[in-house]
């Protein structure tokens, strides 16, 4: 007997697909580049308005389906949890982990911008000598932001953080409430799998999406890129890196106690994505599909990556600390001890806040080095290489979601330690074979 699965097993993976674009993407980017890029009337009139088409198309579709998706995954994910006692100690882990690990990430990012100083040598318009840097404010304010005024406002803006506390109250709601909000809580637990239906629908353009992405940044700026900032390129790269292979590592042997060859086996994929698209949305849904094969309960999964979307920017932090002390040294500004760490703490607060979105960063270390009364040479420096940056950020951020819902199911005595032997062995056809009953539970129980 045919199993009906032999067709698609045949496929090719989505991973190998992306990784295809990313390449080609590189190629092609340089090819133009090389022709002139948008020196050339024909490539800046005609190509990369297409290319920039196919890899908005793309952008737009995630963020279009990215705000409904986390709203009802984190009001079913709390209703699922079924009292407040569980959804308090799972949430209050979450948090504290993503703030920890956030703390560490910017540390990580200003020990080695002290030790490679990539700001030292570079000289940008006048050095003014005469700069006076600001104290950094409290972070009650930041605190205060998460609390929407009104949620429709946050929700047509997209403004995730609010969202989620807003998810979050309401999901506390229902479980208060028990059998009287079943037909809404049910009412969600639909909702929440049609998003899922409507991302399966858009993963299939992401390749294309990949592909112009990387074409448009890669022809625009070429190879001059990596130049007057190789340094800064270089720390943000390392910073990203320690973070991802130690103190991830570290999270996973002795917190989660997973086989990192294991992880990285099934988390690799959601980090090429991450790494291409440069936006921790697109890789949502693989992070989804991946946390299950690795044993953490979907309860879980379903609270904490959705959360850690938006909240869990560990990447983000490693920049927001290395940008600040780089504007300081471009400027021979001596930032004493307390003021980093301080930077380091707002860095944090900020990431937290920041939407899933590429070049979202750029944007809000504006706003921090403008607060602090730099400048913003700095940030003229690194715009036309912040996608390049980014691409290590973004990783980590998504890379960063999926260990902490690890670390939290284990520490909730939850991980599913069968199922991570399984995911040892997995084949890629075995991947697929999963991912594909694991979507007809999603199709069985919205029609139950």
Same mark, same amino acid.
């Given at each position: 007997?045919?199993?009906?699965?032999?067709?698609?097993?045949? #496929?090719?993976?989505?991973?190998?697909?992306?990784?295809?674009?990313?390449?080609?993407?590189?190629?092609?980017?340089?090819?133009?580049?090389?022709?002139?890029?948008?020196?050339?009337?024909?490539?800046?009139?005609?190509?990369?308005?297409? @290319?920039?088409?196919?890899?908005?198309?793309?952008?737009?579709?995630?963020?279009?389906?990215?705000?409904?998706?986390?709203?009802?995954?984190?009001?079913?994910?709390?209703?699922?949890?079924?009292?407040?006692?569980?959804?308090?100690?799972?949430?209050? #882990?979450?948090?504290?982990?993503?703030?920890?690990?956030?703390?560490?990430?910017?540390?990580?990012?200003?020990?080695?911008?002290?030790?490679?100083?990539?700001?030292?040598?570079?000289?940008?318009?006048?050095?003014?000598?005469?700069?006076?840097?600001?104290?950094?404010?409290?972070?009650?304010?930041?605190?205060?932001?998460?609390?929407?005024?009104?949620?429709?406002?946050?929700?047509?803006?997209?403004?995730?953080?609010?969202?989620?506390?807003?998810?979050?109250?309401?999901?506390?709601?229902?479980?208060?409430?028990?059998?009287?909000?079943?037909?809404?809580?049910?009412? *969600?637990?639909?909702?929440? $799998?049609?998003?899922?239906?409507?991302?399966?629908?858009?993963?299939? /353009?992401?390749?294309?999406?990949?592909?112009?992405?990387?074409?448009?940044?890669?022809?625009?700026?070429? *190879?001059?890129?990596?130049?007057?900032?190789?340094?800064? *390129?270089?720390?943000?790269?390392?910073?990203?890196?320690?973070?991802?292979?130690?103190?991830?590592?570290?999270? @996973?042997?002795?917190?989660?106690?997973?086989?990192?060859?294991?992880? =990285? #086996?099934?988390?690799?994929?959601? =980090?090429?994505?991450?790494?291409?698209?440069?936006?921790?949305?697109?890789?949502?849904?693989?992070?989804?599909?991946?946390?299950?094969? @690795?044993?953490?309960?979907?309860?879980?999964?379903?609270?904490?990556?959705?959360?850690?979307?938006?909240?869990?920017?560990?990447?983000?932090?490693?920049?927001?600390?290395? /940008?600040?002390?780089?504007?300081?040294?471009?400027?021979?500004?001596?930032?004493?001890?307390?003021?980093?760490?301080?930077?380091?703490?707002?860095?944090?607060?900020?990431?937290?806040?920041?939407?899933?979105?590429?070049?979202?960063?750029?944007?809000?270390?504006?706003?921090?080095?403008?607060?602090?009364?730099?400048?913003?040479?700095?940030?003229?420096?690194?715009?036309? /290489?912040?996608?390049? &940056?980014?691409?290590?950020?973004?990783?980590?951020?998504?890379?960063? $979601? *999926?260990?902490?819902?690890?670390?939290?199911?284990?520490?909730?005595?939850?991980?599913?330690?069968?199922?991570?032997? &399984?995911?040892?062995?997995?084949?890629?056809?075995?991947?697929?074979?999963?991912?594909? #009953?694991?979507?007809?539970?999603?199709?069985?129980?919205?029609?139950?």
């Amino acid at each position: 007997m045919v199993s009906p699965l032999a067709g698609e097993k045949k #496929k090719m993976s989505l991973v190998k697909k992306i990784f295809i674009g990313l390449i080609g993407g590189v190629i092609v980017g340089y090819i133009l580049n090389f022709l002139g890029g948008t020196e050339n009337p024909f490539i800046a009139d005609y190509v990369f308005p297409f @290319l920039s088409f196919v890899g908005n198309l793309f952008i737009r579709l995630i963020r279009m389906v990215v705000v409904p998706l986390v709203l009802f995954c984190i009001i079913d994910a709390a209703v699922s949890l079924g009292d407040i006692k569980k959804l308090r100690s799972i949430g209050v #882990k979450t948090i504290v982990f993503f703030l920890a690990s956030g703390m560490i990430a910017a540390g990580i990012g200003l020990v080695i911008v002290n030790i490679v100083k990539p700001g030292i040598g570079i000289t940008i318009g006048e050095m003014a000598n005469e700069i006076t840097v600001n104290q950094i404010a409290g972070p009650y304010e930041t605190i205060l932001n998460m609390i929407p005024l009104n949620p429709f406002t946050s929700l047509s803006s997209g403004d995730m953080l609010p969202i989620i506390v807003f998810a979050l109250f309401l999901g506390l709601a229902l479980i208060a409430l028990g059998e009287k909000a079943a037909p809404v809580a049910n009412g *969600i637990k639909v909702l929440s $799998d049609a998003m899922f239906r409507m991302i399966l629908f858009i993963l299939g /353009i992401i390749p294309y999406g990949v592909f112009g992405l990387m074409a448009v940044a890669l022809g625009t700026y070429g *190879i001059k890129i990596f130049g007057p900032v190789l340094k800064f *390129i270089a720390v943000d790269y390392l910073a990203n890196f320690i973070m991802v292979a130690g103190v991830y590592s570290l999270f @996973l042997t002795f917190i989660a106690r997973v086989s990192i060859r294991t992880f =990285w #086996k099934h988390a690799f994929e959601p =980090w090429l994505l991450a790494f291409s698209a440069c936006t921790t949305n697109a890789a949502l849904p693989r992070s989804m599909k991946v946390a299950p094969r @690795l044993g953490v309960p979907k309860e879980i999964s379903n609270f904490v990556l959705p959360l850690g979307a938006t909240a869990n920017m560990n990447g983000t932090c490693i920049y927001f600390a290395i /940008i600040v002390l780089f504007a300081a040294q471009l400027y021979g500004v001596d930032l004493p001890i307390s003021q980093q760490i301080l930077a380091a703490g707002t860095a944090t607060l900020l990431s937290v806040g920041c939407a899933a979105t590429p070049q979202i960063g750029l944007v809000i270390s504006t706003t921090l080095l403008t607060s602090l009364g730099f400048p913003l040479d700095a940030i003229a420096l690194v715009a036309g /290489i912040y996608r390049i &940056v980014d691409q290590a950020h973004t990783s980590t951020n998504a890379t960063g $979601d *999926i260990v902490t819902s690890l670390c939290i199911a284990a520490m909730q005595g939850e991980l599913d330690r069968e199922q991570l032997k &399984v995911a040892a062995t997995m084949t890629p056809a075995d991947i697929i074979e999963f991912d594909a #009953k694991a979507e007809e539970e999603v199709i069985l129980s919205s029609n139950v």
